[in-house]
């Protein structure tokens, strides 16, 4: 073994040694046949997707956790996101948001993009912030950047079309020709003292040969940072890691590395992480990882990754808190629901059901999160209305409800919870009202506890106080089983009643589901004191589709029904309406709760 761990070493030490002869050679030669041997000379995504021997000696020399800066994009990329329409005041309190959570950049669209556009980047770029630079993202063409000087902003991000089929359909030049222009609007940026970064768009498509030489050459003119662009999400961890090193054997070691990286294939955040520690210096995110298609990197998700590598620097350095507030700001003006899935603030991020992770996390949360939800100001969420409960979870309830219940009444109703959540869907206050009950029993002495009574009794051989201990451990068992069962019975009655009550059912249908008319209809039902479920609500996007709703109706008589039925009638007949309102079968209500399950059980199917 000792043998076998030493020609390891010397195998690795080889080379690494091959790898940076590889990387000294394209610094000496743009189009030298070394760095292409090394890269690949047909476009890097073409070159070897298993890990070799070079890779393993690149991966023995990465940090865990490397010094990084952020380049938040919600600005520019975001604007991109196919239901994005910011505001001029959006884009300032966003702004305000980004500089106080702690990114180190925000970046604007292009000032030529329109007067608009022009008017805000100045606006922002003037707003002195205390922690954030304004930079704006523009074409390397001296129309654009002579604007983007004259706004304000603190640095400009210059990009280039360099794989084939890019060039091809933009400016058609050659590598030499991409060259020469970055070359003089790289120098008119640097002359008016601002921060310049020179990105090849399409990186991982291009051909690693030329932007290689590329690379060097817009160093060599003392750009701030080089750009390495992953525009349609193409790369893998291992691709990343191969192009973010070969870049950075030819560059300045004081040149950064700005990776922007799409997420079309679901790599954005490892691959953001593989670039930061095979040597990349910056990283674009957006808010909420909105942006064109399917956007890139998440805020929220960078963060969380890196939090998990080294908590103590992230909480220090960034307003984690703020990370909440910022993403529904955003999903609010992009109009878009932030994921149930979402890293850190979606609705599952910290909601636990399964009972064994209930009792566990209640024991201790690190059981079962590697994020500590306070640190984000986010509420952690133990769900026990369900067959899959456990008894610690109940019992954690009780407690919220400052109940005093013995664990021996907690382990009985729970029995009865779960065969009931079979059955039926329960409501947090349904689960709530049994434990209100049970509290309300007064019962002191636990059955279990008597029966670790009976058992000292019965090693101490005291017969006749073990047969007294036993008895009274069998009537406080039935007194607590009593108990549990009155209060699962309230809960069914109420249950049972409301099914037992007259019922209707109604689909309202119409252009933009006519708000003005379905408010209206809520209204109704709400202050008529019945009893009413939304069963399904379709409102797609585009205002000229049709929407619709399915209500279903409980009242204690049937005029009483007849009476709302007919005010809702009445409300889509109005001249101004655009609904129609129609009854429809309880069979097909039925259905309509049944296909959400269908669709599961198919999936698992």
Not at 332 to 338: K, L, P
């Amino acid at each position: 073994m000792l043998r076998l761990a030493s020609g390891l070493c010397r195998a690795s030490s080889a080379v690494c040694r091959t790898t940076r002869q590889a990387q000294r050679a394209a610094s000496s030669s743009a189009g030298g046949g070394s760095a292409g041997s090394h890269v690949g000379t047909r476009g890097f995504h073409a070159t070897k997707p298993h890990l070799t021997l070079a890779d393993l000696a690149v991966l023995q020399t990465l940090p865990a956790f490397p010094k990084f800066s952020i380049v938040d994009s919600t600005l520019r990329e975001g604007e991109q996101f196919s239901t994005t329409e910011f505001t001029s005041e959006d884009r300032v309190y966003i702004a305000k948001l980004l500089d106080k959570l702690g990114v180190d950049y925000i970046e604007m669209v292009n000032p030529k993009a329109s007067t608009q556009a022009a008017e805000d980047c100045s606006v922002v770029a003037g707003m002195r912030l205390s922690n954030a630079k304004i930079l704006t993202h523009t074409r390397c063409h001296m129309d654009d950047v002579t604007a983007a000087v004259s706004s304000g902003v603190h640095g400009v991000n210059l990009y280039m079309a360099t794989s084939k089929i890019l060039r091809e359909h933009s400016h058609g030049k050659g590598i030499e020709a991409v060259i020469e222009t970055a070359s003089e609007v790289i120098r008119y940026v640097k002359d008016h003292g601002l921060e310049v970064r020179f990105s090849c768009e399409d990186t991982f498509r291009s051909d690693m040969t030329e932007i290689l030489s590329i690379y060097k050459a817009v160093d060599a003119l003392g750009v701030d940072r080089v750009g390495i662009a992953d525009t349609v999400g193409i790369a893998t961890p291992l691709e990343v890691m191969r192009v973010i090193s070969a870049v950075r054997g030819v560059v300045s070691p004081d040149t950064g590395i700005e990776f922007h990286v799409h997420n079309d294939t679901g790599c954005c955040v490892a691959n953001a992480l593989v670039a930061l520690q095979a040597g990349a210096t910056h990283i674009d995110t957006c808010v909420l990882g909105i942006g064109e298609r399917n956007g890139i990197t998440p805020l929220g998700g960078l963060l969380a990754r890196m939090y998990t590598i080294d908590k103590e620097a992230i909480t220090s350095r960034f307003d984690l808190k703020l990370l909440r507030h910022l993403e529904r700001y955003v999903a609010s003006a992009a109009d878009i629901e932030i994921p149930f899935n979402n890293y850190i603030t979606g609705t599952s991020a910290f909601t636990h059901k399964a009972g064994v992770h209930s009792k566990a996390v209640m024991a201790n949360p690190s059981a079962y999160e590697i994020i500590d939800p306070t640190d984000f100001g986010v509420d952690r969420n133990i769900q026990f209305a369900h067959r899959l409960t456990g008894w610690n979870a109940i019992s954690h309830r009780a407690k919220q409800l400052n109940l005093e219940i013995t664990d021996s009444q907690i382990k009985t109703v729970t029995s009865m919870i779960k065969n009931l959540a079979d059955e039926r869907s329960l409501t947090m206050d349904q689960v709530d009202s049994m434990l209100m009950r049970l509290g309300q029993s007064g019962m002191k002495l636990s059955s279990d506890e008597l029966e670790k009574r009976a058992e000292h009794a019965r090693q101490t051989k005291s017969a006749e106080l073990e047969a007294a201990i036993v008895a009274t451990q069998a009537a406080v068992k039935e007194y607590e089983t009593a108990v549990a069962h009155d209060a699962i019975k309230s809960i069914r009655q109420s249950m049972l009643s409301a099914e037992s009550q007259p019922t209707l059912a109604v689909e309202i249908e119409g252009h933009l589901f006519d708000k003005a008319v379905i408010n209206r209809i809520m209204d109704l039902v709400v202050d008529a004191g019945v009893q009413f479920e939304i069963v399904r609500m379709e409102v797609p996007p585009v205002n000229e589709a049709s929407s619709s709703a399915v209500i279903q109706v409980w009242a204690k008589t049937g005029e009483d029904l007849e009476g709302i039925f007919q005010q809702m009638q009445d409300l889509v007949e109005a001249p101004t309406a655009e609904c129609t309102l129609r009854e429809i079968s309880l069979k097909d209500v039925k259905a309509l709760r049944r296909q959400p399950i269908e669709a599961i059980e198919a999936l698992e199917a």
